[in-house]
């Protein structure tokens, strides 16, 4: 229930970083507010409640007993002796209260203490008294109050340390959970050091920093405790007469219900108004505190990426021997009030049969480019912003979420890096790749399955019957991209998106999946959009590359060209960070500083500050994409020379 | 399978004894003399002798819990002084109501719960999100106890649809359809703070889990998004929600305690309240050990349950 909180002091330390909260949150917030301010007006009413012009509670009236409420003298009529309820449900609700908060404080007490101690000391400590919290919480919540309940005999305070032992294990496991992250941090070691002892150093350095947890705990709790010692005192086991707190209150209303309904609907609704406030509060605390609610990373992401075009391209003419053209697109995510530009108007083309390359370092925007191609940006937070992107000569960005499903994994399919996390952990890969064929073309299960076996032997996977029964995490790296590989094929796609789907496998796997790939390439005339921040690889299987940087192409030819001949510096500081085999003097220089932030591009060319030949004028409007004839094209002003070679 | 299934029961072991240990600690904390306790103040010394021998108080604490234990291994709970009976008959009788309330209640729950969390998430910030969570949000601060008193008035004692309280109706009842008749508002009542928290917890989890990247390759596939949902997102989600519907069943098998006092439930917890009141110590013994050590045993078959849904969890 709580277990989010162990996190609380970093989203503490990230929330001074972070933008205004969205309108959503505020409304959230407005909610939390409603939960304080009546929460405040019950706790103001029952401090004054002893200078309130009210009957007393306990003075008995049988000449008035059981009178409605709205009552002459009695606002909320009178129970069952006589006495005013106004004046008993106020004073109830300061018991109850008192109590509650007793018990979380006292909870707090003996469960932080527990906590802190088990987290920092460790090891022996640590597991005994964690068995026990364990066996703690072994007991069905309640019962465990009972029996103590039943050891101490009823009554008011015994009710009280129940609900506070119960509760102890929440304090404990949670404060446990933060001290063990403080407990070999640098400043805990320099007072070691200084040599302070163990208390003090708990005291004055642990202490301070599991505070803000220890608070939250008790705000996520107290509305609980509250309820329990209700339940308790209306089960007769708490509070006993003459004293009286909203639960005990209830339980004597019970026994009028059919005749006095008001006796038990008024203090109950009471508890529930208390405990209501106390949760609206705790939950608007606990999302503000969150910080993947504000980035948006809680949203559902739709089955399409949001499409909201500016502008549609430049609108050329498609060749007919083009599979995929890629023109101006621009994706966007907005977060806050910050718009990340990721792609900022990229163009390219596949032809059939054709490779191209999409090269760049990570946060180029190579697979957001990619991914926008058939819309599976997330969204919220992504954006398609503009552009055109046509398949078979027809534009995606126009097509129903039902149109761009049959080209998903249909005519057109992905290919992801890391395939741990991009298979299903729960369904075997057969069932995975059978789901996969079957969305495509209408077949039964066992014929599909028979297929699904035959895909993983066309991608080499020895033993393809058994091996589609196994789950993905039974299967080393390297097949499971092999069954990325087949999942892409189920269908005999016209073109396969491959995202980086060689950047996790060790150099020997690499190489065969690149050659699978090739194979399939020449064996079923698939084109291939091959996104990858490895020239190696690129030299080895593309016929044409792009090269990325900060959302745009910077370069784009036949791998010959941008390799053998680089026009752009980004590039040539790129293909001098690949050691060459034979050549081990070579420098491999790093490029210095880091790509510019795409929510702030600077005019001009985004890659100026990093480039020696930088000028003035690199730095001012729009750098155009020049051709430099035989379809090799940069965006730069001052391209190197052709003499570089 | 098998084989994580007698890991699973051999680890249980000491979790029992470690439950018996609490029970026997807690109940060596009655302040003053145990048998003065029970019997109370107009107690002669001779009787008062008599059952300290009896509960062996005369014996070290060791030897005490020792003897104890065995006993109750041997299906020898002790005496339940108020009722005169044998504890073990008397909490096995009651036993059984429990388990049809409580029964009935984790069923509809988990089936509430989990339908509402997804509806939550699937809609998510859509009105009926929006519907959703504040009802979820008065649902965990109801208390039931006062719920299942309205739900009584309103719809036992205004309408007179359903009976106000019992087991059976005392007249011509007894038959299954008598029992559901009972069983619907003290179930229902107990089910709806369980319902909360598991619709909290499916909702956040299918959130969590549709920003998979696995989820984005189900949509790569071009599978349509009922299939993403209810099958792909689904089945990840519910993995980790069913630990927690497992510790709801404590949650119920506690709360019983409440329902059964309003409704007059003939259960375990009915009898342990008024156990607790009538000091009868031994039918307090007997039967919160019955109640924590089934609780024990669902909680395993819930981590069974999980076993089998998800092949990486391992024991």
């Known amino acids: 229930m709580t277990s989010n909180i162990a996190t609380a002091p970093d989203i503490k330390a990230k929330k001074r970083s972070a933008r205004p909260s969205a309108f959503k949150l505020l409304a959230r917030n407005q909610l939390a507010l409603m939960g304080a301010a009546i929460l405040a007006l019950v706790i103001a009413l029952v401090l004054i409640t002893p200078i309130l012009p009210l009957p007393d509670p306990d003075v008995t009236d049988p000449a008035q007993?059981?009178?409605?409420?709205?009552?002459?003298?009695?606002?909320?009529?009178?129970?069952?002796?006589?006495?005013?309820?106004?004046?008993?449900?106020?004073?109830?609700?300061?018991?109850?209260?008192?109590?509650?908060?007793?018990?979380?404080?006292?909870?707090?007490?003996?469960?932080?203490?527990?906590?802190?101690?088990?987290?920092?000391?460790?090891?022996?400590?640590?597991?005994?008294?964690?068995?026990?919290?364990?066996?703690?919480?072994?007991?069905?919540?309640?019962?465990?109050?009972?029996?103590?309940?039943?050891?101490?005999?009823?009554?008011?305070?015994?009710?009280?340390?129940?609900?506070?032992?119960?509760?102890?294990?929440?304090?404990?496991?949670?404060?446990?959970?933060?001290?063990?992250?403080?407990?070999?941090?640098?400043?805990?070691?320099?007072?070691?050091?200084?040599?302070?002892?163990?208390?003090?150093?708990?005291?004055?350095?642990?202490?301070?920093n599991v505070m803000p947890v220890i608070v939250i705990t008790i705000s996520t709790t107290v509305g609980w405790m509250i309820l329990e010692t209700a339940g308790l005192s209306f089960l007769g086991l708490g509070a006993q007469p003459p004293q009286a707190d909203l639960g005990s209150m209830l339980g004597e209303g019970r026994k009028l219900i059919t005749t006095a309904q008001h006796l038990s609907a008024i203090p109950g609704a009471m508890i529930f108004i208390l405990v209501m406030s106390i949760n609206l509060l705790g939950d608007g605390i606990r999302d503000v505190l969150d910080p993947r609610l504000k980035s948006g990373a809680l949203a559902r992401p739709a089955p399409l990426t949001k499409i909201d075009r500016s502008d549609e391209?430049?609108?050329?003419?498609?060749?007919d021997d083009t599979v995929l053209a890629v023109d101006e697109l621009r994706t966007e995510f907005v977060l806050g009030d910050d718009t990340y530009k990721a792609v900022g108007g990229v163009s390219f083309s596949v032809g059939k049969n054709e490779c191209v390359g999409l090269v760049g370092e990570s946060g180029s925007g190579k697979s957001v480019t990619a991914l926008s191609l058939l819309g599976l940006v997330a969204s919220p937070p992504g954006t398609i912003a503009g552009g055109r992107v046509m398949f078979d000569g027809k534009d995606v960005f126009d097509m129903s979420e039902r149109q761009v499903r049959d080209i998903r994994g249909g005519k057109a399919a992905y290919v992801f890096q890391d395939p741990l996390s991009t298979l299903h952990p729960l369904f075997s890969i057969g069932d995975q790749l059978v789901e996969a064929i079957r969305a495509h073309n209408a077949m039964s299960y066992?014929?599909?399955?028979?297929?699904?076996?035959?895909?993983?032997?066309?991608?080499?996977?020895?033993?393809?019957?058994?091996?589609?029964?196994?789950?993905?995490?039974?299967?080393?790296?390297?097949?499971?991209?092999?069954?990325?590989?087949?999942?892409?094929?189920?269908?005999?796609?016209?073109?396969?998106?491959?995202?980086?789907?060689?950047?996790?496998?060790?150099?020997?796997?690499?190489?065969?999946?690149?050659?699978?790939?090739?194979n399939l390439r020449t064996d079923h005339g698939t084109s291939v959009l091959f996104i990858t921040h490895d020239f190696g690889v690129v030299s080895e299987i593309c016929d044409r590359v792009a090269v990325m940087y900060a959302g745009r192409i910077v370069e784009m030819g036949t791998t010959e060209q941008v390799l053998g001949n680089p026009a752009h510096p980004y590039t040539k500081r790129l293909i001098d960070c690949v050691p060459r085999l034979g050549e081990p003097d070579r420098r491999t220089a790093a490029i210095p500083g880091l790509p510019p932030a795409v929510n702030n591009l600077p005019a001009g060319c985004a890659f100026a500050d990093r480039c020696e030949r930088a000028e003035d004028k690199c730095r001012v409007g729009e750098i155009s994409f020049d051709d430099l004839g035989d379809g090799h094209g940069v965006r730069c002003i001052k391209p190197m020379e052709a003499a570089n070679v | 399978m098998h084989v994580y299934i007698l890991r699973r029961l051999i680890l249980m072991v000491p979790v029992l004894l470690g439950l018996t240990v609490i029970v026997f600690l807690i109940m060596s904390m009655i302040p003053g003399d145990p048998a003065l306790a029970i019997l109370g103040s107009y107690a002669t010394p001779d009787n008062v002798e008599k059952l300290r021998a009896d509960l062996g108080l005369d014996k070290t604490m060791v030897?005490?819990?020792?003897?104890?234990?065995?006993?109750?291994?041997?299906?020898?709970?002790?005496?339940?002084?108020?009722?005169?009976?044998?504890?073990?008959?008397?909490?096995?009788?009651?036993?059984?109501?429990?388990?049809?309330?409580?029964?009935?209640?984790?069923?509809?729950?988990?089936?509430f719960g989990l339908l509402t969390g997804v509806i939550s998430a699937v809609r998510q910030y859509g009105w009926a999100d929006k519907a959703l969570t504040f009802a979820v949000l008065i649902g965990i601060s109801v208390p039931s106890f006062w719920l299942g008193l309205l739900l009584m008035m309103f719809f036992a004692v205004e309408?007179?649809?359903?009976?106000?309280?019992?087991?059976?109706?005392?007249?011509?009842?007894?038959?299954?359809?008598?029992?559901?008749?009972?069983?619907?508002?003290?179930?229902?009542?107990?089910?709806?703070?369980?319902?909360?928290?598991?619709?909290?917890?499916t909702r956040s989890n299918m959130l969590e889990v549709l920003r998979q990247d696995f989820i984005r390759t189900a949509r790569a596939k071009g599978l349509d998004e009922n299939r993403v949902i209810y099958r792909h997102a689904f089945k990840a989600a519910l993995v980790n929600v069913i630990p927690v519907i497992g510790v709801q069943a404590g949650f119920v098998l506690g709360g019983a305690v409440y329902i059964e006092t309003v409704?007059?439930?003939?259960?375990?917890?009915?009898?342990?309240?008024?156990?607790?009141?009538?000091?009868?110590?031994?039918?307090?013994?007997?039967?919160?050990?019955?109640?924590?050590g089934s609780y024990v045993l669902f909680n395993l078959f819930a981590d069974v349950l999980q076993h089998l849904l998800d092949p990486r969890v391992k024991a």
Request: hydrophobic fraction near 50%; aromatic fraction near 8%; glycine fraction near 10%.
């Open chain 1, 65 to 208: 007993r059981l009178l409605p409420p709205f009552s002459d003298g009695h606002f909320l009529g009178t129970d069952h002796l006589g006495r005013d309820l106004l004046s008993r449900l106020l004073w109830g609700t300061r018991v109850s209260l008192a109590v509650g908060i007793s018990a979380s404080l006292v909870a707090a007490l003996f469960g932080s203490t527990i906590g802190i101690v088990s987290g920092y000391f460790g090891g022996r400590t640590d597991n005994i008294m964690m068995r026990g919290i364990d066996m703690l919480m072994a007991f069905p919540y309640i019962l465990l109050a009972l029996a103590i309940v039943a050891a101490l005999g009823p009554g008011l305070m015994n009710a009280l340390y129940a609900i506070a032992v119960v509760n102890i294990p929440f304090f404990a496991r949670n404060i446990r959970g933060v001290t063990v992250g403080i407990a070999h941090r640098e400043f805990v070691d320099a007072a070691k050091l200084s040599g302070k002892g163990h208390i003090r150093i708990l005291v004055t350095e642990i202490l301070p």
């Open chain 1, 313 to 319: 391209g430049t609108g050329h003419p498609v060749d």
């Open chain 1, 446 to 518: 066992k014929d599909a399955w028979a297929k699904a076996v035959k895909l993983l032997g066309m991608v080499r996977i020895p033993n393809p019957e058994r091996r589609a029964e196994n789950y993905p995490h039974q299967l080393s790296g390297g097949m499971r991209q092999r069954v990325g590989i087949a999942m892409a094929l189920a269908n005999e796609p016209q073109l396969i998106i491959a995202d980086e789907p060689t950047t996790a496998l060790d150099v020997t796997v690499q190489a065969q999946i690149l050659k699978l790939m090739n």
């Open chain 2, 63 to 111: 030897e005490q819990y020792w003897i104890w234990l065995t006993n109750m291994l041997q299906g020898d709970f002790g005496r339940s002084y108020s009722l005169n009976r044998p504890v073990l008959d008397e909490i096995l009788e009651r036993f059984g109501a429990t388990l049809i309330l409580a029964g009935t209640s984790l069923v509809l729950c988990t089936i």
């Open chain 2, 159 to 201: 309408l007179r649809w359903l009976p106000v309280s019992g087991m059976y109706a005392i007249y011509g009842g007894g038959d299954l359809p008598d029992l559901i008749r009972h069983l619907i508002l003290p179930s229902v009542t107990l089910a709806v703070v369980a319902t909360g928290i598991i619709a909290r917890l």
């Open chain 2, 263 to 292: 409704f007059q439930w003939p259960g375990i917890g009915r009898m342990l309240v008024n156990a607790i009141s009538t000091r009868d110590i031994l039918l307090v013994q007997g039967g919160v050990v019955l109640v924590a």
